[in-house]
């Protein structure tokens, strides 16, 4: 019983794929056990992810990361189109960096209120930046930073700008937060990803903030950091 049950901690705290995580545990050792393990199995998760976020360590080159969140409303006839109404940037500590509403050049015709928050006060008067002026004052702040986010390349196409790949980290991308799905890596919702790793079951359950979500996508990474900056090229980090 002690074997297993050690067995299971080590299992659940090693960087390894939630899906393929579950397959082991579901085999053979653990069946006979089933009681057990469903009845601690809660305490040990919350014990183990409460470590991992403890144990995120300052390092020399935080300064270098930050993490951007973008909210879109929809323009043209049937307002399938995104356009960038809000964007949100934090450190590593969390700390908002930058944070505005942003005026949108075309009619808005689906403000999209239910997922992204915005409504059309948000993007009148003093309350809201000139899309020019935020686009270059956002490309400044992003000047050789590596960017972490969730679906980046609609963010970028939101604000109209490149980043170099090697400074990019997207957690759709990131192998680790995928599941996989007849064979294929598939990106998972941020909100599944929040509640696997983070623990957080109220996250994105009405309108989104993306001060909470850039913030989310960070904590996300800082797990997973080592291994991922491990896996980068070391030229990338000079």
């Not at 653990?30 to 469903?38: E, G, H, R, S, T």
């Amino acid at each position: 019983l002690a074997w297993v049950a050690l067995s299971l901690v080590i299992l659940l705290h090693l960087d390894i794929h939630p899906d393929i995580r579950n397959v082991v545990l579901l085999g053979t050792v653990l069946v006979p056990l089933a009681p057990v393990v469903n009845a601690r199995l809660p305490q040990l998760v919350f014990f183990l992810k409460k470590r991992q976020r403890r144990s995120v360590p300052a390092f020399k080159d935080k300064d270098r990361y930050v993490a951007i969140d973008c909210e879109m409303v929809g323009v043209g006839p049937s307002g399938k189109r995104s356009a960038l109404a809000r964007i949100s940037i934090v450190d590593w500590d969390l700390e908002v960096v930058f944070d505005t509403y942003v005026q949108v050049m075309d009619r808005v015709t689906d403000y999209r209120t239910h997922v992204s928050g915005i409504r059309p006060k948000h993007l009148k008067g003093p309350n809201a930046m000139n899309f020019r002026k935020c686009r270059e004052h956002v490309a400044e702040i992003l000047r050789d930073k590596i960017i972490v986010g969730h679906g980046l390349e609609n963010d970028f196409e939101a604000l109209r700008l490149t980043h170099p790949e090697d400074l990019v980290r997207d957690t759709a991308a990131y192998q680790q937060f995928q599941r996989l799905d007849s064979g294929k890596w598939k990106s998972r919702k941020l909100r599944d990803l929040v509640h696997t790793y983070l623990g957080t079951q109220d996250f994105q359950t009405g309108e989104h903030d993306s001060i909470q979500d850039a913030r989310a996508v960070m904590q996300l990474y800082h797990i997973f950091h080592r291994k991922w900056e491990q896996s980068i090229p070391t030229r990338t980090m000079n």
